[in-house]
């Protein structure tokens, strides 16, 4: 069951496509079904390098730093085949759906420079410090402080929920940069490399056993004048482009995709039932997928949607949450199944709850909506 080219493509996207697919595919010919059900989220040094060598990373970016300056359709078909064939793309697919465009809008020409070849290549990582202990979804309330030096900047407090900064070079953090500021004003972004020493990195262990999320702990940390992104105080601005580019991709609701993939599989063919119930669930993933092309076609077009971006996260979200139930209604999978089905089916329940959390809790986006609709 692959990703059905959208209606809207032209031929040489479809071409591009079929380019794209067969590259995942031959990428990821040794993964075990176990480990393509193990969502995006888990990120591959390896793999990203080799995403680099085949220029996909930073597609749409400037010749200049090594892109290729195509448009966002073919991002996205990049990473909507790595998702549909379970890649673990946490190293690459964030650092070029955010951190890269982040950069090349608000980051100085020495890091521009020196930074965004080198993402392009897949040398290196980037991970995103926004989420801190008490806080949360709710950035607005972080307390982490940023206070100028003669040399630069000096960073103190705590980020948590942190994905792959335990194995990131550099972070994107927000950090409050004017004292006694509250709220969305006083805000700042800074890029940090993780070598940087006060950084400390913990790792905080889910329900597979794994640390993909982190603590991490800023004690005096310094950085250059010109780490901090734009002018000081527009992090939230900045913040806010981010999290439309983060909340509206296909990475919202192809997260159990292959366990999609395996019901499809193995579905009766004359069983009313699963016909009934498989139809369901494929037209309401067109559905998201039809809004998320439209969010990826305004972003394309200069627009930041971030309420649309909140609604594609929290629809896309509570789709992916619900395979893992509708797969055991379906199918008779006892404990000791150690078929493709049950293997893929365990691991995707184990990975579920955690989709509505990562990218902003569904609360969170909830008030969102309801205050971008006025209510």
């Known amino acids: 069951m692959p990703i059905e080219p959208a209606a809207m493509e032209s031929a040489s996207l479809r071409d591009f496509r079929t380019e794209v697919r067969a590259f995942w595919r031959q990428a990821l010919a040794d993964f075990e079904p176990a480990k393509l059900a193990e969502s995006w989220m888990l990120g591959s040094k390896p793999l990203t390098r080799e995403v680099g060598q085949q220029g996909l990373i930073g597609l749409t970016w400037p010749k200049d730093f090594g892109g290729r300056e195509l448009t966002n359709a073919h991002r996205y078909i990049v ?118 020493p006060g950084i400390t990195v913990r790792g905080i262990r889910n329900l597979r056993g794994l640390s993909h999320f982190n603590e991490c702990v800023f004690d005096n940390v ?36 292959v366990l999609l993939r395996e019901m499809v599989d193995n579905a009766t063919a004359d069983d009313e039932a699963h016909t009934e119930r498989l139809g369901h669930l494929i037209a309401e993933l067109l559905s998201v997928r039809e809004m998320s092309l439209g969010i990826s076609a305004m972003l394309d077009a200069g627009h930041s949607p971030a309420n649309a971006a909140a609604l594609v996260k929290d629809l896309g979200t509570t789709f992916e949450q619900k395979l893992p139930d509708a797969a055991f209604d379906m199918f008779d999978v006892p404990a000791d199944d150690v078929s493709t089905l049950a293997v893929v089916l365990r691991q995707t329940a184990l990975c579920a709850p955690e989709y509505s959390i990562r990218g902003g809790a569904r609360e969170i986006l909830r008030g969102v909506i309801a205050k971008g609709l006025g209510l």
């Open 222 to 257: 310094a950085v250059p004048a010109d780490a901090l992104l734009g002018a000081e105080g527009e992090g939230w601005k900045q913040v806010s482009e981010e999290l439309a580019f983060e909340r509206s991709g296909p990475e919202r609701f192809l997260s159990s995709f």
């Open 79 to 196: 990473w909507e085949e790595a998702l549909a064939q379970g890649a673990p793309i946490n190293y690459c697919m964030p650092m070029d759906r955010q951190t890269g465009p982040m950069l090349l809008r608000h980051a100085s020409a020495r890091l521009q420079a020196s930074l965004l070849p080198r993402m392009v290549a897949g040398d290196i990582s980037f991970c995103v410090g926004m989420s801190e202990p008490d806080s949360g979804s709710d950035l607005a309330s972080i307390r982490s402080r940023a206070e100028r030096t003669h040399q630069g900047w000096l960073l103190n407090g705590r980020k948590v929920w942190t994905s792959g900064a335990h194995d990131a070079d550099y972070m994107v953090g927000l950090f409050r940069s004017e004292k006694g500021s509250e709220r969305h004003k006083g805000l700042s972004q800074f890029v940090i490399d993780m070598k940087s």
